[in-house]
């Protein structure tokens, strides 16, 4: 069997060419907190106690606009909603972790680790195999707290020019590569992300991830499921 | 309500969503037509953060003209769909951008 370390490490070398964009994402997370009036330690507390991009790329933007923490926090839930799913997924090979395991593996499972150790842990059978998972979540954590560090530091010094925000969505176009040649694969993405263009202003409490994702879900059980009975 | 209680709270709740499923879930709680079905769950959630942040400007209204980061995604795409590599495709993608956006 592999060691723990050698599984950790696979999960490491896995995840990191996804860690590149994760740079940019935390330098501009960094420069965004200083610019609205958050302190540095309370940038750099978001960062370790929420440690999730997404998240806190939301609650900038929203504690900026003046929004309420109520809607804050529930729509940080709601962009939240697709680790749910995640979530469900690992599941069946985590079942028989002890809860100290679970809580640590839980902190981990952001949108990169997931995408790496999802191909891991279903052609695995290894019982430590979850060693993959907290290796790439580990990666991205000190990638995460040190780009958040520095982008503290360089405050504006970023031109906003540069336009690295565009690194966000091309970040997550890059984890589907694997998905772009199957016919079901693209009606879904093409769907779902009609529907959180299309829903982004008219869907309320920026519910528009989970909305499209369960839209792009129930398209994909009847699709799986009409070719099942053409066969 | 104080910027930390607003922080915890929201690391509270990201927390939670990664944990509750891990936490409540059983083995013998899947068979092969849900986990086909789960399958497709990267591919149902991250258009839902592509195509917003390629598609609306900061106002949230559709841009489709003067818009570079159209043209850097669809290169994206096709070197994604070529070599099947993430770094390729990121690499491609951003320096297609900075291209536009320059020159």
């Not at chain 1, 982008?151 to 998905?179: C, M, Q, R, Y």
């Not at chain 1, 040649?181 to 879904?188: F, G």
């Not at chain 2, 570079?68 to 795409?77: D, E, Q």
Request: hydrophobic residues 55%; positive net charge; charged residues 10%.
């Amino acid at each position: 069997m592999k060691s723990n370390l050698t599984v950790f490490f696979k999960g490491v070398i896995d995840v990191s060419p996804l860690m590149i964009p994760v740079v940019p994402f935390g330098l501009i997370f960094g420069v965004l907190a200083i610019d609205i009036g958050f302190s540095p330690l309370e940038t750099m507390s978001m960062s370790l106690i929420i440690f999730g991009g997404a998240s806190q790329i939301v609650l900038l933007q929203l504690f900026s606009g003046g929004a309420s923490s109520l809607v804050i926090i529930s729509s940080v839930g709601a962009v939240n909603s697709r680790h749910l799913l995640y979530g469900a997924v690992v599941s069946e090979h985590l079942s028989d972790l002890k809860l100290i395991w679970k809580i640590i593996v839980s902190y981990f499972l952001i949108d990169q680790a997931f995408a790496r150790s999802n191909e891991y842990l279903k052609n695995n059978n290894q019982k430590n195999k979850y060693f993959h998972l907290i290796g790439g979540g580990a990666t991205c954590w000190i990638v995460w707290q040190t780009t958040t560090f520095f982008g503290i530091i360089l405050g504006s010094a970023i031109p906003e020019k540069l336009g690295l925000s565009f690194a966000v969505p091309l970040t997550f176009l890059a984890l589907l590569v694997n998905d772009f040649r199957k016919l079901v694969n693209v009606i879904v993405i093409f769907i779902s992300g009609l529907v959180a263009t299309f829903g982004f202003n008219l869907i309320p409490y920026k519910a528009y991830v989970i909305v499209a994702a369960l839209v792009g879900l129930f398209i994909a059980m009847i699709l799986t499921k009409s070719i099942k009975k053409d066969e | 309500m104080s910027d930390w209680v607003l922080i915890i709270c929201c690391g509270f709740i990201t927390f939670l969503t990664r944990f509750s499923m891990i936490a409540l879930l059983k083995k013998e709680m899947f068979n092969d037509r849900i986990r086909e079905v789960l399958s497709f769950v990267p591919s149902a959630i991250f258009p839902a953060i592509i195509f917003p942040a390629i598609f609306l400007d900061n106002s949230g209204s559709l841009q489709f003209e003067d818009n570079p980061k159209i043209l850097a995604s669809i290169i994206a795409v096709i070197i994604g769909i070529l070599s099947k590599n993430i770094l390729a495709t990121i690499v491609g993608g951003l320096s297609t951008y900075w291209f536009l956006i320059f020159i």
